[in-house]
C-alpha cells in the first residue's frame, strides 16, 4: 500500500507574487498515480506541486493523493495534506491628500487601509513625522478620523499627513473562519476547574499558528445541556480583539463549527489568584508569629504588584468602553513569573459613548462584588467596574476571604442600602483602605479611574514601607 508524506520545498513564508513549491513523496510498489486537489477543487497530476506568482486565493488546503492498483485489480490510497496561509499587504488610502487647509479650517481626513494578511492591528496617523492619532489592538480596524481644527502654518497640505499600519504578528488564521483550530490537533489532558456551566482543561495543541510543534494550552467549554454557549461566543470574540495586552489572557485559537466549542487560551501555570492568595495565607501567618518581617514585607510588595496588573488590564478595558461585570480574583490568573491576567470575559459588554448597560437576564449574580447600582437597577458602567475592583483588592490584601464574611446575600444587600461598607483588613496600610472607600463611593461618577488606580498603585508600591502596618 501506498505511503505518503507532504514536504515543503519553500521553506520560508508565502507571499502574495511569490512561487511557491511542495513534494509529494511516495512509498509504493508497484507505483502510485498521484494526484494534488487544489482548495478550489482543481487537480494536477505530478510529484511536485508548482505555484507561480501566488496571490491570496491560493490560500487553503492541498492535498496529495496516491493511489496504487495491485495485478489482482484491486487498489490502494493514502493522502497527505498541507494547509498554505498566503501574505499579502494591505492597501492605504489617506482622503484628502494633495489638498490645502487654510489656516483654522476644521476638516476631518478620513484614513483607510484594506484587510491585509497579517491583519493589521495598529494604525498611526503622523502629521510632519509625529504621531497624531494611533489605534491599538483592534484587529478588525479598517480606517480612523483626524480634525485639523487649527493649522500651525498659513497652508498644511494632506500630504504632510502619513498613515501608517502596524500587522506585527497577528495572523489571519487559514480557512474560511479567522481563529479556527483543527479540533484533531488537540489532546485533552486533565481537568483544570469545573463548575456548573463550563469545564476548563489542561490539554496539549498541535501547530498552532506561528508555533510549532506542541503547545500547552487551557482548552475552556461548556457543560453539555447548558445555555452557556452564547456567552462563550461573546467571550472568544472579546479576546480576538485584546489578545496582545499584557495583563488580558491571550486567545490561541477555538473551535466553534461544531459542538462542543473549544475556547483555546495560554495555559496559566499558577492557577487563578483567588486560591493562590487562599496558599499564601497559611505561609504569611506563620512568618508574621515568627516576626519574619522582612519577607512578610516582600509578600505585601508583591500583592501590590498583583493589584497594578489588574487595574493596568482594567485600564485597557475602561479605555475601550468595555464593561467586564466579572471582576474578581477567581477571574484572575497567573502564570509562573506571578504575572496576573483577567479572563472570565462571558459576561463583558461593549458600552459606547459612556451608555449604561442595563442587563437583560437575571441568572446568577456575584452580588457580594456588585456596584450597589448594578444590584437595584441593573446598570453596568466602566463606574461598576471599578466598584468591584475595590471589593477584589479587598480579597488581595486578605489573602482570598470572602467579602462581607458572615453576611447572607440578603443581609450584604441590606447592608449596602444603609451605608454599610467592608471594614479595613488586617495589616492593611490605611493609604490603600482609602482607595477602597473611594471605589466604593455612592456616587460612580465620585469613582476614580482605572488609569488613576494603576498610577496611584505603583506610586504605593514605591514608597511602601514596613512600618506604615
Not at 435 to 455: D, G, Y
Amino acid at each position: 500500500s501506498p505511503s505518503v508524506t507532504v514536504t515543503d520545498k519553500t521553506g520560508f513564508i508565502v507571499v502574495e507574487g511569490n512561487s511557491y513549491y511542495a513534494l509529494c513523496e511516495v512509498d509504493s510498489n508497484p507505483d502510485s498515480v498521484i494526484t494534488w486537489l487544489h482548495p478550489d477543487g482543481s487537480t494536477t497530476n505530478d510529484h511536485q506541486l508548482e505555484i507561480e506568482h501566488i496571490n491570496r486565493n491560493d490560500t487553503g488546503t492541498y492535498t496529495c493523493i496516491a493511489e496504487t492498483t495491485f495485478w489482482d485489480g484491486s487498489s490502494a490510497t493514502d493522502r497527505g495534506t498541507m494547509d498554505l496561509n498566503v501574505e499579502y499587504s494591505v492597501i492605504v488610502t489617506l482622503i484628502g491628500s494633495e489638498k490645502e487647509v487654510d489656516e483654522s479650517a476644521t476638516v476631518i481626513v478620513t484614513c483607510t487601509v484594506s484587510c491585509g494578511n497579517p491583519k493589521p492591528f495598529r494604525l498611526e496617523l503622523t502629521l510632519d513625522d509625529e504621531v497624531v492619532v494611533h489605534v491599538t489592538n483592534e484587529l478588525g480596524i479598517t480606517h480612523l478620523e483626524y480634525t485639523i481644527l487649527e493649522s500651525t502654518a498659513e497652508d498644511t497640505e494632506y500630504q504632510d499627513l502619513g498613515l501608517t499600519p502596524f500587522t506585527e504578528h497577528v495572523y489571519m488564521k487559514y480557512g474560511e473562519f479567522p481563529w479556527e483550530f483543527p479540533r484533531d490537533n488537540i489532546c485533552i489532558k486533565y481537568t483544570i476547574s469545573d463548575n456548573v456551566f463550563r469545564t476548563v482543561l489542561k490539554s496539549d495543541a498541535w501547530n498552532l499558528p506561528g508555533r510549532k510543534g506542541n503547545t500547552v494550552v487551557a482548552v475552556k467549554m461548556p457543560k453539555a445541556g447548558c445555555t452557556d454557549r452564547e456567552d462563550m461566543m461573546k467571550e472568544i470574540n472579546l479576546l480576538k480583539n485584546m489578545s496582545s495586552h499584557p495583563n488580558i489572557i491571550s486567545l490561541l485559537g477555538c473551535c466553534t463549527i461544531s459542538d462542543p466549542i473549544y475556547m483555546i487560551t495560554e495555559f496559566m501555570e499558577s492557577g487563578d489568584l483567588l486560591n493562590y492568595l487562599r496558599h499564601q495565607h497559611s505561609r504569611t501567618d506563620n512568618m508574621y508569629a515568627n516576626r519574619q518581617e522582612t519577607t512578610y514585607t516582600s509578600i505585601q510588595h508583591d500583592l501590590f504588584a498583583l493589584a497594578e496588573h489588574i487595574s493596568n488590564a482594567m485600564a485597557y478595558l475602561e479605555e475601550k468602553g468595555c464593561v467586564h461585570r466579572q471582576l474578581a480574583a477567581r477571574n484572575i490568573l497567573l502564570n509562573e513569573d506571578k504575572i496576573c491576567k483577567l479572563s472570565g470575559f462571558g459576561m463583558s459588554s461593549a458600552v459606547l459613548d459612556n451608555q449604561q448597560h442595563k442587563r437583560k437576564n437575571k441568572g446568577l449574580l456575584p452580588i457580594r462584588w456588585m456596584a450597589i447600582e448594578s444590584i437595584f437597577d441593573g446598570v453596568y458602567t466602566s463606574k461598576t467596574d471599578v466598584w468591584s475592583y475595590g471589593v477584589l483588592l479587598w480579597e488581595i490584601f486578605t489573602f482570598g476571604t470572602v467579602p462581607y464574611t458572615n453576611m447572607t446575600v440578603p443581609e450584604v444587600i441590606e447592608s449596602l442600602q444603609s451605608g454599610y461598607r467592608m471594614c479595613r483588613p488586617d495589616k492593611c496600610v490605611p493609604e490603600l483602605y482609602s482607595v477602597m472607600e473611594q471605589c466604593w463611593a455612592n456616587n460612580p461618577i465620585q469613582r476614580p479611574s482605572f488609569q488613576w488606580l494603576t498610577a496611584h498603585l505603583e506610586t504605593m508600591a514605591v514608597n511602601y514601607k514596613p512600618s506604615t502596618l
